[in-house]
């Protein structure tokens, strides 16, 4: 059985019974602004943002939530660090007790005219649905039994083992210099003859 994808009911929507200082209902402006700015409409972008910046404090505060969940929904990989700047952008702002519009602004412009990419969203969409209507379910793969769990110490997997096989990278740099892995895993190699397991200092995961 599918699960629900759709939004909650408008009735339980707070923003439905708002409207901005011109008369717009609030949950219309978030509607534009997301849709504006997924379409790189700079301009009626920034008109909504305003609307929701002067209607108050709250809605202030909902805007930026909705900027910044577009960072991610709606920009995604196209500009990776976008949560970041936004969390500037939004620190700034509230340093200012919500009178630096400037900032709104740049936020706006900013994701407006960012390459966008959903597939983050999409993917996040599909795996809720499927998991939680039980046709996907997580893998555990041997590789992940290493050293830091209890089924791979169980399988007497050390530390020489996690960093032949565990520590293992896909989509490497190039130029990656493994000097330092190739001591340690003679390190470890020797350890296993010379040092109690354990001994060694535990790599982070």
Do not use: F
């Not at 717009?24 to 700079?42: F, G, Y």
């Not at 202030?60 to 976008?82: F, K, N, Y």
């Amino acid at each position: 059985m599918m699960v629900s994808m759709g939004p909650p009911p408008h009735t339980q929507d707070p923003y439905t019974r708002l409207r901005s200082p011109r008369g717009v209902p609030v949950d219309q402006l978030v509607s534009v602004l997301q849709k504006e700015i997924r379409r790189s409409h700079v301009d009626n972008a920034v008109l909504a943002a305003y609307e929701m910046h002067t209607t108050s404090p709250a809605v202030a505060a909902h805007l930026w939530r909705r900027l910044r969940v577009i960072a991610v929904e709606d920009v995604g990989m196209g500009a990776p660090l976008a949560p970041v700047l936004l969390r500037e952008l939004q620190a700034d702002y509230d340093a200012s007790g919500g009178t630096d519009w400037m900032q709104v602004v740049h936020a706006v412009r900013y994701l407006a005219t960012a390459p966008k990419d959903r597939t983050s969203s999409e993917h996040a969409d599909y795996v809720r649905v499927m998991v939680d209507a039980g046709r996907l379910r997580v893998s555990v793969p041997d590789y992940a039994l290493c050293v830091h769990t209890r089924a791979g110490q169980e399988l007497g997997r050390g530390l020489l083992q996690w960093w032949e096989n565990g520590a293992r990278v896909h989509d490497e740099s190039p130029g990656a210099d493994h000097t330092y892995r190739d001591a340690l895993i003679a390190l470890c190699r020797r350890a296993e003859e010379d040092v109690k397991p354990g001994a060694w200092p535990r790599p982070t995961r």
